[in-house]
């Protein structure tokens, strides 16, 4: 499961940051929905430049045999040609020289600048680019020769083996039509509309002086073979002159290149009137540049691509200082975070949208993601509903059936104490729980009308990550704990166990019961020992003596042996295998189609796998069953509830109070779980139905109350994992672009096959019955460890036990001192400890009601940390967010010497830790 | 266990780059070993500048409360002060806005530069600084005073509470003496003799115009409280001006803070002589800045130090050839280099120099971490004995027996074949034996006499790693096969199966043997039905049937059941448990002692882990047994091999024969592994003694040979974990500044240890019988599973599974073609897949053939391979390196695009790969 924390950090970096110019054009083939947070599409009305994809031709082999070659290639970072190896290097942030710069700076400012140039191919480009005075004419005719020539690129066609281009080129002539054009990959990393920059550069002898032109196409034009991919030009750079020290012109050949790359450069240059406008932009460049100390960095180290881009946003505003135009965009990072802490009351607010996207709810299930999440949820639901089902019924005395609907652990010890509760007030249980419920329901429904659900604006981070946490906590839990059980129904044969040997008593002549008699009865010690007589008897294991007709008998026949070890061996092969090929996604092995196919299925995997295993060995494990008729477990009882049944009348009324205190639950587990589902970080367009869900709850409520149905609300762990299996991410990308988290399969038909699924389980008993329960609740852990490992909560738990130079550099921990934070985490660890001894006391009745009790906890921090603090380790409850608006956004006004560019990142809590090693 | 590969990086990386200046006041402690392979110490012969510490003061509060504070601090990498959460930021490369370090520039070449200045105190030297015509006398006395205030620095004790210097700093004179001097952590982690470097600035109201001053102090003097670390300094800096925009100041004291921390830098202003040589200085560094555009690159990402520093080399020798200055030292990288291949025929050419080592020897074991590697060791090697003495006495017909003596893989397979041939030609095998011992030790001493061990240079990195991967699978193969084995001796109860059921007969009155009839002796399925008549039976378990004068009875009395499972689950948690404890040092939590000592201690907490398991549970798994007695397993015969036995006397001489490819195994085996251990990169620095040691083999041959023990020599894996276990890393580092590898413990102790041990495991016994087989197989998977993922091979093998984006950036990818590396791969898996398979056939005779085989199979590739790729792909062998040497060191002339800074990196083909990801 990936971490929601870092989903933040993907989701609030990958393309926020960057210039809309880019951000359209890009690789994400995907169209940017316009979801209905986005209210204001002030984006669209600014016209966006196309990306641009430079290409880097170098002349090499002077004197004897000059030949252009392409050594490097930009669109979003450096590929560079490795030589040795004849394939692109992997793309990485490029990195300059700055003599390079400034020499390219002046060989530019001497240079023939042509902007809106109207030529229309290669040769009336090279023709007007060679007409410099400094040129005799016969240099002029050598040159526009030269720069006809085909250069040769290099293709990685599959990536294993290299194919070149022709490699005697020089006979083509330029405006033949390039036949590789379908074999570049590249090609399609490119969006359409692509424009592409080409810089020459190299030493040419027969030069007296160096030799500098820069070109803006007033059209983009195909300029023949030059671009490795056909795309049409816009930039043209040549770069070239005497032979010099070092590879000094493939050094400026790569600093125009870079400059061409950078964004900004890109939108002044296209936008530039003069050489002036040409060298300011180019001083811009260099005035923002950053610099790494030769003696601490090595220039030749290439640095991956950073998993976010730096914000375009602040440039472009100084731009606009500068120059007075017209940024292109907005800054989409402080809209961004204005919806962010806003997002659930916008939500709040808006109902009855919802209808518009019933179509593609279904319609974007057309995906074999949407199948496997399918299949893992279904199984995990109805494992879940047996597991809590038997946890009910054990609960209830039977009361409760084993169920194929969704219960929740918080519910799940309330409904214990009640029945307890009933049982030892001798009440009517089910009719008791019937007002129960319809209490509840109306509690429910007044919440729904008084729209009370905008209270989860006070369900902040801190609030939510206790309840996951201790619903997390309660999933391990019981996964162990029923694993651990198992060992108790199949005993491990220890030695000097007593439970050893079994006979088969046949019931033939001269054997009867009374035979089986213990001699030496005062002897303790030989309890099993016993007189046979004349017993007709054989050895046959238990099963094939019934089946011959005889009894099995003695104190061995009962029990399985090596069962216990292969259900443990089991359920850590189906948890560590599900957890190994989660990690699939991210390994550097195999192509990212099976990785992907690998982890998406990971968990249906691991089931297969066990099951696999047990199929082979053909142990009696344990194995999955569902009912196999569709009644009421409790023998006796109707399909609906009476009413009143053995109680009193009055009990109708006072079941208003233990109502107040589930309705509480109710509405937390409810709303919690919709909360983190909706968490902005998440993507979700279609958005969320804070109030339609309750009333949904509400009137289910009713209905199982009348049934005798558990009761049943959102599930956290098993909706984590639902969303968690419906990710969806970029898939063409530039060289070196992460992918992206686009968002979540948005869709209503996994939800229903899975309900479907589980109410025809009954049909299914005989495939189910191949599921080894170990192997479940190997997923279970799975879920429940996934599930834990999301929250910030237990990141910062971790730092607890980390040295502090050891600590990822969180900007959280750039903020807040780390005493400060240890504080918040303990204080939130107290509050889960006391938690869970209150689930597990008597005194848990009040469980709801401490619950509830975090959000004042939360509350009560307030006058233990800042608002500041508050603002990092958590998020603003609505009256601190409207205080710290009120009194501006600098936040650290208190201390003058705080760094300005932590301002930009102060309302990006979420953004990304960028945290780089050198391996 | 780590990498060697990975090794060889941290080992020509983390210093070798370094200028001697850094490296010797460095901050590794132990002083640095002028081993053997340090013939020529030119390094001696340049003094060495100090380590500098710099310091960053800023003014901040103007206009209402002026104060100084540290804000940042340098000495190999910057930490800054995080405001918010008061405490240091983690060490990372500096980077700087280029315009900071322009401003910079122009401040100092119109500010005051004193060299060589003879203030004594901070007050001499204020009033020197201040003595600047542009400033009032009143604005003077004003700057001096401030200047004089003390400012407030950062200190964190502990790591967890941060306690900050005086709040109110302004009553405290300068000169009182710093009562935290003591507190301060980073002092322990500066090299006496380092000095400090301090710069102030700030903003400054009062100022018409900026103030820059730059001085050298002529001797280092402690500044009172100035700096944080009470070190005399050496550098003063001080940048102070009127309010300008951004935070102009601040960026200025850290570009200059940055330029001190240059190791190029201080080497220069150290010796400039004028303003001149200043700026020169300075422009020299920006020449060399590696710059970073800012359309990819976020300004403030922080970049982790790098695991090795740049290679200050090339800048010192540019500056010489600049400044026609001597070089402060050589470089050190090609020196290694030109050490590495020829490393082995150095001490081959060398003996008798080991005397010297032998106090060492044993004072170097008194280590803790030489107690874990003997425990560990000594585990190993009893386990390794018992599984191939058990192995050998399979093989050898009970000839060889249950023994506590190392014997490898390939020895193994020889004298199994060796037994089969006598036995099927009816030979007497022990004399045969003999013979055949007394020939092997007479062809090691001829080789040892020619000094033959020279050959080992033949013994490229393809030859020891085909062998090694061959040692390691047959380590992970005899792991796994054993454990599996178990399954047979404890099989698993199947369903149906028909051992079931025991029953435990007394001798009593009215029972006798007779009365065990099977009746319907005919009927095949009933095999196990009994007439038991008047038995006198209990169903007691077997071992208290026995106990009780009874007799077990039945097929279930020998089944045992649980046990198979328990085993595997043991095989597996420790296995799994040595991994995970071993991969703790690079873990982030803990302190790193604690981390140390877990992955020192990783396979004998694993074992007792295991241990701990199993006796919990008390279930009868196999255990380690040790002989209890001292005397020769084949019964009937005596200590010493009689000579001839039944053989004809021709036999002695035909034994030459065998004998022969036995030399050639026992050679390639012993030599070998001792190639690999005494690779450059472990920094061995007693020598090896390839002569010296075989010589020891071959009387050990002889007289194994007489005794009838069986016959050993090195064994790789054990070896190779026990260097591992014997690492020694720095400790004190400079922040930021990575552990280096220092080398390895050397000493005899706990070899010699291990066998005393192994010697008195006989007396062991009741101690060792508490361990479980299983958990000693699953120790023997980790450290089969940790030689093979030691080579660079399995590595390449690894790059067959990688689609090429996902190819870490090897610099050996960057210039072979991954077609020839897979080629090479290719090559190399068939080597070894042809050894597996001769190994196990009956031409398994021919192995030692084989193995010598692949120097013949890596001398062929010559016809395959070009010498550059060989280079890169493996190591040269001599006649390569002389061919290439001859050629010169320029290694791709023949394509004139190669880049400049390969060149450099041409000659270090274990140089670190570097790979930067951003989390």
């Given at each position: 499961m990936k971490l929601p924390d870092q989903e933040a950090f993907d989701a609030s970096s990958t393309h926020e940051d960057v210039p809309a110019g880019e951000l359209e054009s890009g690789p994400s083939s995907d169209p940017r929905p316009d979801g209905p947070l986005d209210t204001d599409n002030k984006e669209l009305e600014v016209p966006k430049d196309?990306?641009?994809?430079?290409?880097?031709?170098?002349?090499?082999?002077?004197?004897?045999?000059?030949?252009?070659?392409?050594?490097?290639?930009?669109?979003?970072?450096?590929?560079?040609?490795?030589?040795?190896?004849?394939?692109?290097?992997?793309?990485?942030?490029?990195?300059?020289?700055?003599?390079?710069l400034q020499k390219l700076r002046s060989l530019l400012a001497e240079g023939l600048i042509l902007l809106d140039c109207p030529a229309q191919s290669l040769?009336?480009?090279?023709?007007?680019?060679?007409?410099?005075?400094?040129?005799?004419?016969?240099?002029?005719?050598?040159?526009?020769?030269?720069?006809?020539?085909?250069?040769?690129?290099?293709?990685?066609?599959?990536?294993?083996?290299?194919?070149?281009?022709?490699?005697?080129?020089?006979?083509?002539?330029?405006?033949?039509?390039?036949?590789?054009?379908?074999?570049?990959?590249?090609r399609q990393k490119l969006p359409p509309g692509a424009e592409a920059g080409a810089v020459l550069a190299g030493e040419l002898g027969f030069l007296a002086q160096p030799l500098g032109a820069f070109v803006r196409l007033r059209d983009p034009v195909v300029l023949g073979p030059l671009t490795e991919v056909p795309l049409p030009s816009r930039f043209f750079c040549l770069l070239l002159g005497p032979p010099m020290l070092g590879r000094g012109y493939h050094e400026m050949g790569r600093a125009a290149a870079v400059l061409l790359s950078d964004p900004q450069f890109q939108w002044s240059v296209r936008r530039a009137n003069s050489l002036h406008d040409l060298l300011a932009a180019l001083d811009a460049f260099l005035e923002e540049v950053t610099v790494l100390p030769p003696g601490r960095w090595d220039p030749t180290a290439r640095i991956s691509p950073p998993k976010c881009l730096p914000s375009q946003h602040k440039r472009f505003t100084l731009q606009v200082q500068v120059k007075g135009l017209l940024p292109p965009h907005r800054a989409p990072a402080e809209d961004r975070h204005r919806d962010g802490p806003q997002a659930p009351s916008v939500e709040l607010q808006r109902t009855g949208r919802k209808a518009s996207w019933y179509p593609s709810d279904f319609l974007d299930a057309l995906h074999p993601q949407?199948?496997?999440?399918?299949?893992?949820?279904?199984?995990?639901?109805?494992?879940?509903?047996?597991?809590?089902?038997?946890?009910?019924?054990?609960?209830?005395?039977?009361?409760?059936?084993?169920?194929?609907?969704?219960?929740?652990?918080?519910?799940?010890?309330?409904?214990?104490?009640?029945?307890?509760?009933?049982?030892?007030?001798?009440?009517?249980?089910?009719?008791?729980?019937?007002?129960?419920?319809?209490?509840?329901?109306?509690?429910?429904?007044?919440?729904?009308?008084?729209e009370a659900s905008v209270l989860v604006r006070?369900?902040?981070?801190?609030?939510?990550?206790?309840?996951?946490?201790?619903?997390?906590?309660?999933?391990?839990?019981?996964?162990?704990?029923?694993?651990?059980?198992?060992?108790?129904?199949?005993?491990?044969?220890?030695?000097?166990?007593?439970?050893?040997?079994?006979?088969?008593?046949?019931?033939?002549?001269?054997?009867?019961?009374?035979?089986?008699?213990?001699?030496?009865?005062?002897d303790r010690d030989d309890i099993f020992s016993m007189d046979l007589g004349l017993v007709n008897a054989s050895l046959l294991p238990p099963p094939e003596c019934v089946q011959r007709g005889g009894y099995p008998r003695g104190p061995g026949c009962h029990t399985v042996p090596d069962i216990a070890f292969f259900s443990l061996l089991l359920f850590f092969t189906s948890?560590?295998?599900?957890?190994?090929?989660?990690?699939?996604?991210?390994?550097?092995?195999?192509?990212?189609?099976?990785?992907?196919?690998?982890?998406?299925?990971?968990?249906?995997?691991?089931?297969?796998?066990?099951?696999?295993?047990?199929?082979?060995?053909?142990?009696?494990?344990?194995?999955?069953?569902?009912?196999?008729?569709?009644k009421p477990t409790l023998p006796g009882?109707?399909?609906?509830?009476?009413?009143?049944?053995?109680?009193?009348?009055?009990?109708?009324?006072v079941a208003a109070l233990p109502a107040l205190l589930l309705s509480i639950l109710i509405f937390m587990d409810q709303q919690i779980t919709a909360v983190i589902l909706n968490r902005p970080e998440y993507k979700l367009r279609k958005g969320a139905g804070?109030?339609?869900?309750?009333?949904?709850?509400?009137v289910l409520m009713l209905l199982t109350s009348v049934l005798g149905l558990p009761w049943y609300v959102s599930a956290t762990v098993i909706s984590l994992a639902h969303m968690d299996s419906l990710r969806k991410e970029s898939r063409a990308c530039s060289p070196g672009e992460p992918p992206s988290f686009l968002g979540i399969r948005e869709q209503r038909l996994t939800g229903l096959m899975v309900f479907i699924l589980t109410g025809v389980s009954i049909f299914l008993a005989p495939v189910l019955k191949f599921i080894p329960m170990p192997v479940l609740y190997g997923i279970f852990l799975y879920m429940g460890v996934a599930a834990l490992s999301s929250i910030q909560f237990i990141k910062r738990v971790q730092l607890l036990l980390m040295p502090t130079k050891h600590q990822p550099d969180l900007l959280l921990l750039r903020h807040v001192p780390l005493s400060r934070v240890h504080l918040f985490t303990a204080i939130q660890l107290a509050c889960l400890g006391l938690?869970?001894?209150?689930?597990?006391?008597?005194?848990?009745?009040?469980?709801?009601?401490?619950?509830?009790?975090?959000?004042?906890?939360?509350?009560?921090?307030?006058?233990?940390?800042?608002?500041?603090?508050?603002?990092?380790?958590?998020?603003?409850?609505?009256?601190?967010?409207?205080?710290?608006?009120?009194?501006?956004?600098?936040?650290?006004?208190?201390?003058?010497?705080?760094?300005?560019?932590?301002?930009?990142?102060?309302?990006?809590?979420?953004?990304?830790?960028?945290?780089?090693?050198?391996?």
């Open positions: 196309p990306l641009l994809f430079i290409q880097l031709n170098e002349l090499l082999g002077w004197p004897q045999a000059l030949e252009w070659k392409e050594t490097g290639r930009w669109v979003l970072f450096e590929e560079k040609l490795e030589v040795g190896a004849g394939r692109w290097s992997a793309p990485h942030v490029p990195t300059l020289a700055l003599p390079s040769l009336e480009l090279v023709e007007q680019v060679t007409r410099v005075e400094s040129l005799s004419p016969e240099l002029r005719g050598q040159l526009q020769t030269l720069l006809l020539q085909r250069p040769q690129h290099h293709f990685s066609t599959t990536g294993t083996s290299p194919c070149w281009g022709p490699t005697h080129p020089r006979k083509a002539s330029y405006d033949e039509e390039a036949p590789l054009k379908e074999q570049n990959p590249l949407c199948f496997s999440a399918m299949l893992y949820i279904y199984l995990a639901t109805i494992t879940n509903a047996i597991t809590f089902g038997g946890l009910l019924g054990d609960a209830t005395g039977g009361s409760q059936p084993l169920t194929i609907l969704s219960s929740t652990g918080p519910v799940l010890v309330f409904e214990r104490l009640l029945f307890s509760f009933s049982r030892d007030n001798s009440l009517d249980y089910l009719p008791f729980r019937l007002w129960v419920g319809i209490w509840v329901a109306t509690f429910c429904l007044v919440l729904v009308a008084t006070y369900f902040t981070r801190f609030t939510e990550e206790g309840f996951c946490a201790l619903i997390s906590l309660i999933f391990i839990y019981d996964a162990v704990g029923k694993m651990l059980n198992l060992t108790h129904d199949y005993p491990i044969q220890k030695h000097g166990s007593p439970a050893y040997g079994c006979l088969c008593q046949y019931p033939g002549p001269g054997g009867n019961e009374s035979q089986w008699t213990r001699t030496r009865q005062n948890f560590l295998f599900a957890m190994a090929l989660k990690h699939v996604r991210t390994s550097r092995f195999f192509p990212s189609v099976v990785r992907k196919v690998l982890s998406d299925f990971s968990s249906v995997l691991a089931i297969l796998l066990g099951c696999a295993l047990d199929a082979y060995l053909g142990l009696p494990t344990p194995k999955l069953t569902v009912p196999r008729e569709f009882r109707g399909w609906l509830v009476s009413p009143f049944g053995a109680n009193p009348w009055w009990l109708s009324v804070f109030h339609l869900d309750l009333f949904c709850v509400a938690l869970w001894i209150i689930k597990s006391t008597p005194a848990a009745i009040i469980f709801p009601l401490m619950l509830l009790g975090l959000v004042g906890v939360r509350k009560a921090l307030e006058w233990v940390f800042s608002s500041q603090e508050l603002l990092w380790l958590d998020e603003l409850m609505p009256e601190e967010e409207r205080s710290i608006l009120d009194k501006g956004l600098e936040p650290e006004h208190s201390f003058s010497g705080s760094d300005s560019e932590d301002s930009e990142l102060m309302y990006q809590p979420k953004a990304p830790e960028i945290n780089i090693s050198v391996n």
